[in-house]
Structures are given as structure tokens and as C-alpha cells.
């Protein structure tokens, strides 16, 4: 798990995932065999798939597929940046 938290730490921080997203909607299904948008490795067709389908209106349209795990980590993530940022 700390390579995946290191992984996804490294695709915020270089603007690769977002980290305030806006979105009601999250799926989750068996995998098409796509990429995971957190660790970027395959998630295996008898491996379930989380999408999270962002729509803002602005930039952070589209959709992210995850791992369960790196949807964990990356939600983590990105409520620990927030508190950061609300902290300063």
C-alpha cells in the first residue's frame, strides 16, 4: 500500500489527479481492464472497478477509474490537502 500512496502523492502533486473534486456519482463494476487513474497499473478483469465521474462544469470533467484501494488512498489524500490548506 505505500507504493500506491506514494504513487498517487507523486499524480496530485504533479497535477496528474485532482485534489477538490465535485461529484455525486461513483461506480462501481467489474473491470474493463483499463489503467487505475491512482497507481496506473491494470485492474484485472475479475477485479472490481471504481469510477468517479467528475463534472464541475470547469476543468475536472471526465471520469477517474480506481482500484478500491487507491480510490481509499486517493480520498484520503485529497480530504488531508484540504485540511491543510483550510489549516494555513
Known amino acids: 500500500m505505500d507504493?500506491?500512496?506514494r504513487a498517487i502523492r507523486q499524480r496530485i502533486d504533479?497535477?496528474?489527479l485532482p485534489v477538490r473534486v465535485r461529484t455525486d456519482k461513483c461506480?462501481?463494476?467489474k473491470s474493463g481492464g483499463g489503467r487505475c487513474s491512482g497507481c496506473d497499473e491494470l485492474i484485472q478483469a475479475d477485479d472490481n472497478e471504481?469510477?468517479?465521474v467528475m463534472d464541475d462544469g470547469g476543468e475536472t470533467s471526465?471520469?477517474?477509474v480506481f482500484h478500491r484501494q487507491c480510490l481509499d488512498i486517493w480520498?484520503?489524500?485529497c480530504q488531508r490537502r484540504e485540511q491543510s490548506v483550510s489549516n494555513d
Do not use: D, I, N
Request: net charge negative; glycine share 16%.
Open 62 to 64: 471526465g471520469s477517474l
Open 75 to 77: 480520498l484520503t489524500e
Open 27 to 29: 461506480w462501481a463494476g
Open 3 to 5: 507504493a500506491e500512496r
Open 14 to 16: 504533479a497535477g496528474q
Open 50 to 52: 471504481y469510477e468517479v
